[in-house]
């Protein structure tokens, strides 16, 4: 088999697929490496939020078309209280299988002759003088003109670079598809508040949902054994009574990285190999679509104007500084209060007084709005939201 190719991507996850995607469009040779069997299942909310389903768009596969369910917000759930955040009125989030979108992007990437992907586990980059221009595998040898990280949270490949990572954190996670009658079809994903767990219930169609709960080791070691019995003992307890298990249970350690930069030694960093976010924001999926599409045209300013290579990466660097400084507030506020049962019924009982405010937070989130649409103002006239929807 040919060994080079004008772009190498390392991991075919929701990054490396939606880039090779694009650049495929341009009948741009790539190379992606994959070390799993292709495409890889693994722990996930499956909740891809507007900004996503906009970027999924984008990238030129229509959400919609693919099976799921659209969901138009959040339906929280603490030990006492119950409210309900909406997105904006044009702004749709949509559940779908992780398996699903993962089998459509490959499919669609490779379905542009000149993408290959080839099952082999990168293990350190190749440099010709000090840029990355090439990937050692186990099975062999690859070279590019460019080379892209897309191998997900710990990015062994920018470890093995030397580019530095900053570690914050750690989420234990579990996941266990459902079939609950209607539940497929609910229009908002359930959010559970029960510290240490934190548990998002997803409608991805067909009657199913995808119970995923995320929690510390203490709690991960408690429920592994009997997640089934977890969520019937659960204020969630009734969806779950009658409900048949549709998928094998996973579970996953999760840690958080921040890197200090999202490209270095001439190679991109993209989605979560740039940086992670807490999964209780929702957000990683999106923020893998939208950085493949940055990457997207720093390659192809890299590929067409090569002397202007380093200006394509300080501006590929500037775009996802920008991405993930409107995140990392928002990060740190919900993993604080997520993580205690009183500071959750906190959170839940200001979403329920301020709930214009909270629905304007949700869209600095889930659509990336600026902070400045939020109504601070409105904090002064607390209201209260009165239960509707499907749930
Ligand atoms: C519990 C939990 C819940 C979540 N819930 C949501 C949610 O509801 N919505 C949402 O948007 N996001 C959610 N996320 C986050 C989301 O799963 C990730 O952000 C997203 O998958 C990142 O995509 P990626 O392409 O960057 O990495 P990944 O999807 O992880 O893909 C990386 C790929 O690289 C491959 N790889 C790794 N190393 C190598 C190597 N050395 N050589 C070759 N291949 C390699 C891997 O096998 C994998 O296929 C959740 C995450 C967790 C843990």
Redesign the pocket.
């Known amino acids: 088999m040919d060994s080079t190719a004008e772009v190498i991507i ?9 880039l090779a995607m694009q650049l495929g469009r341009q009948g741009r040779p790539v190379l992606i ?4 069997a ?3 299942d ?8 507007p900004l ?1 389903v906009a970027a999924l768009a984008r990238v030129g596969l229509e959400p919609g078309e693919l099976p799921g369910q659209d969901f138009l917000g959040l339906l929280y759930r603490s030990g006492r209280q119950e409210t309900l955040l909406n997105f904006g009125a044009a702004a749709q989030g949509r559940g779908i299988r ?1 398996t699903v979108l ?1 089998e459509a992007l490959q499919t669609a990437a490779l379905g542009y002759s000149t993408v290959r992907l080839l099952q ?4 350190a980059p190749l440099r010709e003088g000090g840029t990355i221009r090439g ?1 050692r ?1 186990r099975g062999g040898e690859y070279r590019g003109q460019v080379v892209v990280a ?8 920018a470890h ?1 670079a030397g580019l530095p990572m900053r570690p914050y954190g750690y ?1 234990m ?3 266990r598809h459902y079939r609950v009658p209607g539940g497929g079809t609910w229009d908002r ?1 359930r959010i559970g508040l029960f510290a240490p767990h934190d548990v ?1 219930l ?1 409608p991805v169609g067909e009657d199913t949902v995808l119970a ?3 929690t510390t080791h203490a709690g991960y070691d408690a429920v592994k054994e009997n997640y089934g019995d977890f969520l019937r003992a659960s204020p969630f307890g009734g969806i779950f009574r009658g409900a048949e298990p549709v998928s094998e249970q996973m579970g ?1 350690h ?1 840690p958080l990285y921040a890197h200090r930069g999202h490209q270095g030694q001439g190679m991109l960093l ?5 940086g ?2 807490d ?10 679509l939208l ?2 599409q940055y990457a997207h045209e720093a390659v192809t300013a890299m590929l067409e104007r090569p002397e202007e290579r380093a200006q394509a990466l300080n501006k590929y660097e500037a775009a996802c500084q920008q991405l993930y400084r409107h995140y990392r507030i928002f990060d740190y506020i919900f993993r604080f209060m997520v993580l205690s049962k009183a500071r959750g019924e906190l959170l839940m009982w200001g979403m329920r007084h301020w709930p214009e405010t909270a629905d304007a937070i949700l869209g600095a989130v889930a659509e990336c709005n600026p902070w400045r649409g939020i109504p601070w103002r409105s904090l002064l006239f607390p209201g209260r939201r009165d239960m509707v929807g499907k749930g």
């Open positions: 390392v991991g075919a996850g929701m990054a490396g697929l939606a490496l994959e070390k799993a292709a495409p890889r693994k722990v996930c909310g499956e909740g891809l939020m996503g992780r993962l082999d586990e990168a293990i990937v595998g897309a191998d997900g949270v710990q990015s062994r490949f093995a989420r996670g579990l996941r994903v998002y997803t995923t709960t995320m996953w999760h993209v989605g979560d190999a740039g992670s976010l999964p209780c924001l929702g957000m990683g999926i999106s923020l893998a950085t493949a």
